[in-house]
């Protein structure tokens, strides 16, 4: 009969082997697999000595593979989901780029055109809002749609 504490590694380096997860996320999965917290804690301490579970790495890359799509606050909003601090927050952000760019970027894939009245302007800046970009942002994208 295996170890508990090495079957619960080889389900951990599975699940890492696919892609990074955050300690939260991968504390998720787990979960039913271990014998209890201390268990689970000491696998998780392991794989971070390791350096094969990183929160920051976890990030950075969800960061990148995302801001192309969303603005800011949805990709902070996002990693605050997956259980990822502050700090690692604030230090994958600056990959993201200028929200300003990827919000013209956006806007222009998805309508093409200036809004042409104002309920259509109006869409147009909600559909940007739910997209995670500011206000500050969005006004900028208009102002030059307008122009």
Request: net charge positive.
């Amino acid at each position: 009969m295996p170890d508990p504490l090495v079957a619960l590694r080889l389900a951990a380096l599975r699940l890492l082997a696919r892609r990074d997860h955050s300690r939260a996320e991968l504390r998720t999965k787990l979960a039913a697999q271990a014998e209890g917290e201390a268990q689970l804690d000491a696998v998780l301490d392991t794989l971070q000595a390791e350096r094969l579970l990183s929160d920051h790495r976890f990030a950075s890359q969800r960061v990148a593979a995302r801001s192309s799509r969303y603005g800011n606050a949805r990709l902070q909003q996002d990693l605050r989901q997956h259980g990822v601090g502050d700090d690692d927050i604030a230090a994958a952000m600056p990959e993201a780029g200028d929200e300003a760019e990827r919000c013209q970027a956006v806007w222009a894939r998805k309508f093409r055109n200036p809004p042409q009245s104002a309920e259509e302007r109006a869409k147009q800046m909600r559909f940007l809002q739910y997209r995670g970009f500011s206000g500050d942002a969005i006004r900028r994208v208009m102002r030059g749609a307008d122009e």
